[in-house]
């Protein structure tokens, strides 16, 4: 069980915008660490597309966002594709465990 | 831009040990720390530590701090990761990455199947 937990899944049909809520605590995210997010393909490495809360990396669309709030970090997707569906982790550091920490990842389905 | 290139699949048998190794290719690692982590079949990322190579110092997650031994040798940008008292729960993809807080490059993988 990680200290940082995502929905398991979610979905969405093409077009159609989804949120990953990404949920810590007072010893991660809402310690002030920044929170990052990687897409990741089967049998891949993962992805980076969201470093230190909000800023996308060169190459990475538009249509992915990220942002912060308290305890929690949230990734949105708008205009969904068929591409997009994958496996979504969010990764941020605990002051507690003085280690960095992975959200239980989401599976997103494009219906 | 640099690459990680890590080395290939092992199949070890239990209680024995592996070392995955992670060469950086196109350039170093610089002052940037270098991250393990694995992943099961079919479940999720798990952080395991990390070490700058430049100054040599490791940290561990807890729940690896007995059995993993990270290093490094600056001189050819190559960090090694050693894991011992190998059980079946271990078979897994390691991957090393880049830590600039965000973990922005990322090793191919190495499947390690523990097997008797």
């Known amino acids: 069980q990680s200290v940082v937990t995502q929905p398991p899944s979610v979905s969405g049909a093409p077009g159609q915008r989804v949120t990953i809520s990404c949920t810590g605590s007072?010893?991660?995210?809402?310690?002030?660490?920044?929170v990052h997010w990687y897409q990741q393909l089967p049998g891949t490495a993962p992805k980076l597309l969201i470093y230190d809360n909000i800023n996308r990396p060169s190459g990475v669309p538009d249509r992915f966002s990220g942002s912060k709030s308290g305890t929690s970090a949230s990734l949105a997707i708008t205009g969904l594709q068929a591409e997009d569906e994958a496996d979504y982790y969010c990764l941020t550091y605990d002051s507690s465990l003085s280690g960095s920490v992975f959200g239980g990842g989401t599976k997103l389905t494009v219906l | 831009q640099v690459q990680l290139v890590q080395s290939g699949a092992e199949v070890k048998k239990p209680g024995s040990s592996v070392t995955v190794s992670c060469r950086a290719s196109?350039?170093?690692?610089?002052?940037?720390?270098v991250a393990w982590v694995r992943q099961a079949p079919g479940q999720g990322l798990e952080w395991m530590g990390r070490i700058i190579p430049v100054f040599g110092t490791p940290q561990y997650a807890q729940k690896f701090q007995d059995r993993v031994t990270i290093t490094a040798d600056a001189s050819t940008t190559t960090v090694y990761m050693t894991l011992t008292s190998l059980s079946f729960e271990d078979t897994a993809v390691y991957f090393c990455?880049?830590?600039?807080?965000?973990?922005?490059?990322w090793g191919q993988g190495t499947l390690v199947t523990v097997s008797s």
């Open positions: 196109g350039g170093t690692f610089r002052s940037s720390a």
């Open positions: 990455a880049r830590d600039s807080d965000a973990f922005d490059v």
């Open positions: 007072n010893s991660n995210i809402g310690a002030g660490h920044r």
